[in-house]
Every structure is written in C-alpha cells, then in structure tokens.
C-alpha cells in the first residue's frame, strides 16, 4: 500500500481527498436502544457544508 497517495472519500460530497483533509465524525450505531458499535462518517475537514451533511447523516441514523 502506498501511503503517500492514500485518499478517503467525502461521505458528505462524494470527492475523493487526501488523508490531511478528511477527518472522521464517530457516532453509536443504536438499534433497539442498544449500542452496537459505531458508524464513522468521513468528511472534508477543510469545507464546513461537508461536516454540517455528515451531522446531518449522523442525526438520520444513515
Ligand atoms: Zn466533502
């Protein structure tokens, strides 16, 4: 793997951006009023629209 070029994907808006970019929203995956694990949303940590739409996503459940 080469981790000079390593790139995540915007959950928010979809573009593909280097790893100093993105940063990760952790949140508990709840199903029945138990905590199942977590989700992890990546978002653009250099545009404020993608983190508002990952909040967004986290609150939805998905
Ligand atoms: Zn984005």
Do not use: H
């Not at 709840?30 to 990952?54: A, F, T």
């Amino acid at each position: 793997m080469d981790f000079k070029n390593l790139t995540w994907r915007c959950d928010a808006c979809g573009d593909e951006r280097p790893d100093e970019k993105i940063s990760v929203l952790s949140v508990p995956l709840i199903i029945d009023g138990r905590e199942l694990g977590q989700m992890n949303y990546k978002y653009c940590n250099d545009r404020p629209e993608c983190l508002k739409q990952v909040e967004e996503k986290a609150r939805g459940g998905g």
